[in-house]
């Protein structure tokens, strides 16, 4: 089963996958689209900034056990058996913000979306875009991301990969390919640009 | 293995779950004095309200004792325990274990005033208590009293403005929520409940009640009467362990149980309201009475039961409220002691409404305050849980801006 995979390390802050991620939960499914509908589609995957204001592409990790679904007062969270994706029923979500404070990564929000009850506020997260992936296409963030930030891939695979990463990095002689060229230097830069003193 | 677990609340459910994981044959009987498929007691103050009607409140279905191969006895109460013979008394009923969750949660605290046994005097802890309530207002009330501003007071008033009843609230403090939130977010809850027409009275208590078979009258601490004809009372709650020998099992406030929710006795263990484990931001004794640590000790004590040991770390108070326009969330130490121990970090703006408090002590984030932008605070409310050493300045924590993305990397 393939999952998102998170790289934060080689994200750009560029938002793609915010844009893609709403224009594929709307109604009409394209980002034009999307524009003129009410209620506004808004992205489940949230890039906030880090330590350093580099990118950081946060999103639901469907955890298992999810603490979300273990504080959901009317247990209106579930979990589809088949994928394993952590799903939220909006006709029995009470909009309570319990899964809110449970929520170790802050990656639910709440407002009303079009194919729940009309103008209804509910918690909204990541669905893992099973709708997509019922039609053979990878999750709308790994579509557009094209920094490498977020993979869909089998999870022992991208472990294995991160693994090789490693190994490649300590081992003495070896040449170490940055995550991808320019990303190193432009979070070094941050990174700099944040360390020294302001003024 | 047999298992017998004392309460069929949320506590008792999570366990009996967690038990069907490891032991899908163990016979399980549970007892619970209140009948139908579990359901969500929080969510009662929302069928008050209005906002929802009494069939959303079902948490399992109507299957759910089947489904599990669970035994149940519905409608009766345990009486007692008998440590040595590992029974289990249901009036002149036994009932044999091998392993017993006491999961029994809890009673209001009963007030002492003269004359609460009248009429239109409810508690609010059971799915019969608003059906109660409801009853008295399709009867017609004037004017509802309610005593105490925990979270059950809190709630009856915010219930019962919300149905546009004319509404004094009684209570010892400056502001509701007091043992939850910290005084900035108390003034804005009350300010936000005033606004819609509560009448909120601070360090007053009721002396007695008249009536002529419903209450008509309450008399105050400070000499004045009010008049009534509905009163909610909501002065918290205490762990229901009446019928624990409390000279075999160890009870204090709730009862004692050890990092696998096991009593004093091998073999007897508890969850949920009744329990009395450690407050992990306070890491002292401490009874958390919320839906999600009955959940959590609820579980832990069903893997431990069924023979898988885990751990809890300790429980967590903390709380989530959304009223009106105002979203409030705390956890662990809101109000900590003012004995130098503890940093407070603060941040406050006006125009967009919103507040956001930190308590840290020893390098530690041990309490959260947070009003408005609340979508993220479960990232704080885990940095408090795990007990992780904050990195680097914990002012960023109080940004607008925080996330996740900032304590990694
Ligand atoms: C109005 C209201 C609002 C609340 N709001 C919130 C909230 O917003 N957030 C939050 O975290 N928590 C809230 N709570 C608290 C939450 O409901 C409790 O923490 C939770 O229900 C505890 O679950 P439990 O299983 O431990 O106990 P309970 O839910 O009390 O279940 C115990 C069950 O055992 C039964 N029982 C007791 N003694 C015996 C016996 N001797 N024999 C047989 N059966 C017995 C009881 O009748 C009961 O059905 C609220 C509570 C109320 C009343």
């Known amino acids: ?107 639910i929000r709440y407002h009303a979306v079009w194919d729940g009850p009309p103008e209804k506020i509910v918690a909204v997260k990541c669905d893992n875009c099973l709708a997509r992936q019922a039609q053979g296409l990878v999750p709308a963030c790994v579509e557009i991301c094209k920094s490498g930030a977020l993979t869909f891939e089998a999870p022992d695979r991208a472990a294995r990969r991160r693994t090789d990463e490693v190994a490649r990095s300590v081992s003495s002689g070896a040449i170490c390919p940055p995550p991808a060229p320019g990303f190193a230097l432009l979070a070094a830069h941050k990174r700099a640009r944040a360390e020294v003193p302001a003024g | 293995m047999q298992y017998v677990i004392i309460g069929n609340g949320i506590a008792g459910v999570s366990a009996a779950e967690a038990i069907r994981r490891i032991d899908p044959d163990g016979p399980i009987t549970m007892i619970g004095d209140e009948t139908g498929p579990p359901y969500c007691r929080p969510m009662i103050s929302m069928v008050l309200e209005g906002r929802i009607g009494p069939e959303r409140l079902p948490v399992r279905g109507r299957d759910f004792y089947d489904r599990l191969g669970i035994m149940p006895v519905l409608g009766r109460r345990a009486t007692a325990i008998d440590v040595d013979r590992r029974q289990v008394c249901i009036g002149e009923r036994r009932c044999a ?78 502001y509701p929520l007091s043992m939850q939130v910290d005084a900035r977010a108390g003034a804005m809850i009350r300010e936000a409940l005033v606004a819609r027409g509560l009448d909120v009275r601070v360090n007053l208590e009721v002396r007695a009640f008249d009536g002529n078979g419903a209450v008509r009258q309450a008399h105050l601490s400070d000499g004045s009467h009010l008049d009534c004809d509905l009163v909610v009372v909501g002065k918290g709650v205490l762990p229901a362990r009446s019928f ?71 429980t967590l108070s903390r709380n989530v409220i959304r009223i009106f326009d105002l979203d409030v969330m705390t956890a662990g130490l809101v109000n900590p002691p003012e004995d130098g121990t503890c940093q407070i970090l603060q941040a406050e703006d006006h125009r967009r409404r919103t507040y956001r408090k930190l308590v840290l002590r020893g390098g530690r984030l041990v309490g959260m305050a947070m009003v408005g932008r609340i979508e993220q605070g479960g990232v704080l409310t885990a940095l408090i849980g795990s007990r992780t050493a904050v990195r680097g300045n914990p002012e960023r924590l109080l940004d607008a801006h925080f996330n996740a993305g900032r304590l990694v990397s």
């Open chain 2, 244 to 314: 624990i020998p409390a000279e075999r099992i160890a009870v204090d406030l709730g009862v004692v149980v050890d990092d696998h929710m096991q009593t004093c006795v091998p073999g007897v263990f508890a969850a949920g309201d009744v329990a009395q484990f450690v407050d992990i931001a306070r890491q002292t004794p401490w009874v958390n009475a919320i839906w999600p640590e009955a959940v959590n000790t609820g579980r832990i004590a069903g893997f431990n039961m069924a023979g898988r040991p885990v751990a809890c770390p300790g």
């Open chain 1, 1 to 107: 089963m393939k999952k998102v995979i998170v790289h934060p390390e080689r994200c750009v802050g560029c938002m793609q996958c915010m844009l893609a991620c709403a224009a594929a939960h709307s109604r009409s499914g394209t980002l034009l689209g999307a524009l003129g509908e009410a209620p506004l589609p808004r992205s489940r995957i949230h890039v906030g900034v880090g330590a350093f204001d580099e990118g950081f592409p946060n999103r639901c990790r469907h955890c298992d056990p999810a603490p979300c679904m273990l504080a959901c007062l009317p247990g209106a969270i579930y979990r589809d058996a088949s994928s394993g994706t952590v799903l939220v029923d909006a006709d029995r979500c009470i909009n309570c913000a319990s899964c809110a404070m449970a929520c170790p990564y802050g990656v």
């Open chain 2, 97 to 174: 274990y091998d392993r017993l969750l006491i999961a029994a949660g809890a009673d209001p605290r009963p007030i002492r005033a003269e004359a609460s046994n009248l009429g239109n005097i409810f508690f609010m802890r059971r799915r019969e208590d608003v059906h109660g309530i409801h009853h008295a207002l399709d009867a017609g009330v004037r004017r509802a009293l309610v005593l105490g501003g925990g979270l059950v007071g809190f709630k009856a008033a915010y219930g019962l403005i919300q149905q546009g009843i004319p509404t004094t609230m009684l209570i010892g403090s400056a």
